[in-house]
DNA sequence: TGGTTTTTGAAAGAAAGTGATTGATTTCTG
DNA sequence: CAGAAATCAATCACTTTCTTTCAAAAACCA
């Protein structure tokens, strides 16, 4: 795994967590206490975050929001042409699974108003939908902090109730031997479960994303299609060589 | 445990209590009566606190919470009384069901933080609770538009994996001959099944609400409560002699 | 390929955190 | 006011985590 990768994974974690362990980083990532030691003073010296007795947290002020908005904002339009396609695929009298996500939230505003159904497991897409007129189901379960999504076994059980025409996830990354990865396993788990239930699934990701836990191998989704903006080599296509994908661009 | 999750717990704990007991810390944190001592002390000689016997209390000044700001509805101050009287019944291990509704939102305030597990159908409940750190959860279904509460078969089912020690509902009104009511049916069923899975039942109603769809007939509650403010005349006490009735007085 | 640089993991001693104990101090109670 | 109970600071032994160092492995470059 490459440096900048475990990186972004530790960043990740702080950003739900405002703490994480070095065990805990140690596990996610499969490496040395040694490593992670030199990513966390690393990251320390570059002001990302603040090393800690066990582990580092998340250090909270004026420093740490220009480099996090500045990225969001860069991203945001990105994602929304990516959100916008992802919307359009969704046809009248679908009930679709939309995932917990910033960049599946971006698909809110651009769905069709006739008479569909959405499942969610993501706390911030209910009152964007709701204000649509749409007809929303949330899966029950445990509240995550900081993602605002919802987990568990009342997750799975809620999600049993139902069966989706399309699915789309969000996705933390893009590896080629692990699939798709998110940083919790409890989250894989659901989006797990939520694309066995799905006739299509699709997953949402920016270009950013191809570099953490798999939730689904690339070859276990059936009908699956990534959704994605322009890719910048060839490596980065053998990534996705047994799905279909759809590169948006401006 | 990392150490500055200590320090939030304790600064949470002031936030909202004012004083904090050792004891009360080293429970929550399971740890030992020298750690607490150490963090107090560290905490201290950040300005977050100041020390006192047997425990910290909040260092009043410029840091203070607005957190009396909205004392403008005279409605909204009964309500408060009424939830803070049933708060107080939450024990330490409980496992909690919070219905959804404005009374029994004011609860989440005064709810003890120690090691109390909170099952919901309230979305606006959601983000105060994890605000406390409290272990959260929401049970699934539809949303139902401006109410923001979850309802419908999946809510239902949903509820099938909880058993609970006590709820806590919300009510529309009382009436002699039907019981506790609310306008919604769909919403009834919702309330119905909590308390069926419940030990005991506490219904929170402001003294207006005593005058819609039954959700209970007041006999069909085993062990209910009824807490609410100065009721005003014998006509209201003959609708709840079925039941325990506390009388919350400023 | 062969040599250089970078990254990695392991080990040893230093540092920090933890829990128990002691005896002093404070608070409670009759 | 006096004895009991609770709280406190200081210390010690123990555990965990940290830093430093070094050699092996991997990546890089000509």
Redesign the pocket.
Known sequence: ???PE?HQIILRLLKEKNVV???EIMELTD?????I??DL?QLEDQKFLK?????ASRLQGKLQEPSMVEKSSKNLQEKRMIAQYAASLVEAGDCIYLDAGSTVIEMIGYLPLKEIVVVTNGLMHIAPLLNKGISTYLIGGLAKPNTNAFIGRGALASLDLYRFDKCFMGVNGIHPQFGFTTPDQEEALVKQKAISLSREAFVLADNTKFAEISFAKISEIHEASIITNELEDETEKQYVNRTTIKVVTA
Request: hydrophobic share 20%; no cysteine; glycine share 10%.
């Open positions: 795994m490459l440096t475990r362990k070095i065990q490496t040395s206490e040694s490593t030691r030199r003073s090393r800690i007795h066990g582990g």
